[in-house]
């Protein structure tokens, strides 16, 4: 079984500042994806980024980039230039490739963006 | 392209009834799965679709919880007899398994059914 482990409950950082978020996993599986979800307060979950693991190269959508190391089975987000529009709970999740698609998620990381 | 949605938003129900929530998935997806979650906790997994068919369950989902999808469109997860440690949001999310089996899509998730059980 998989499980995803998200060390830091709550952070909070500076308007326009850089801040990372950790996340580290386990899983035998050689194929697979890791995703992280925004969830702002009251408001849906939706998707931040996407990281195939047969990618070595590190995924980036706009402000948001990862840190994915595969050997390590670690998977940091970094968001740079921070918003206010940031503030929401973060959380990482694993999908094995083929068969059994379901996301196993971590327990969530609080950003709060101070203005 | 409207999005994954819940019906209803919020429930409030007392011990011992039983509860029915909908979920709309994107027009052209054919996953559609379930998942709860606590607060503070990140969701869990329920039980997912693949068209009509029911794939997998959670052991998380106990006798009194089923979910179908009868037409390969909506889907309905009714709990029966609640109970206090039921009460959750319950969230709904869609993707599209593509040609050759391969999950070409992420999952796209609607806003919840937030449960409370007096």
């Known amino acids: 079984a998989q499980t995803v482990t998200q060390s830091q409950p709550e952070m909070s950082v500076q308007e326009a500042e850089t801040v990372t978020l950790s996340c580290t996993y386990d899983?035998?599986?050689?194929?697979?994806?890791l995703f992280w979800y925004k969830q702002p307060p009251s408001r849906q979950m939706i998707l931040v980024i996407r990281q195939e693991a047969y990618k070595q190269q590190n995924a980036t959508e706009n402000r948001f980039s990862v840190n994915f190391q595969k050997a390590a089975k670690s998977f940091s987000l970094k968001i740079s230039d921070s918003q206010l529009g940031d503030t929401a709970m973060y959380f990482c999740?694993?999908?094995?490739?083929?068969?059994?698609?379901?996301?196993?998620f971590g327990t969530g990381t609080r950003l709060t963006i101070i203005p | 392209d409207t999005g994954v949605s819940q019906d209803p938003r919020h429930k409030i129900t007392k011990r011992g009834q039983n509860v029915t929530f909908r979920c709309d998935p994107i027009?052209?997806?054919?996953?559609l799965y379930w998942y709860r979650q606590t607060l503070g906790q990140g969701p869990e997994f329920l039980t997912y679709?693949?068209?009509?068919?029911?794939?997998?369950k959670s052991r998380l989902l106990s006798d009194r919880f089923s979910a179908e999808r009868p037409k390969g469109s909506f889907s309905t997860l009714e709990i029966q007899r609640t109970e206090q440690g039921d009460s959750a949001m319950y969230l709904c999310?869609?993707?599209?398994?593509?040609?050759?089996?391969?999950?070409?899509?992420?999952?796209?998730f609607g806003p919840g059914t937030r449960l409370t059980v007096l």
């Open positions: 027009s052209e997806h054919n996953r």
């Open positions: 999740a694993f999908m094995k490739d083929f068969g059994n698609e379901k996301l196993t």
């Open positions: 899983t035998s599986e050689n194929n697979y994806y």
């Open positions: 999310a869609s993707s599209l398994l593509g040609s050759g089996g391969v999950n070409t899509d992420t999952q796209y």
């Open positions: 679709f693949q068209n009509e068919a029911q794939l997998e």
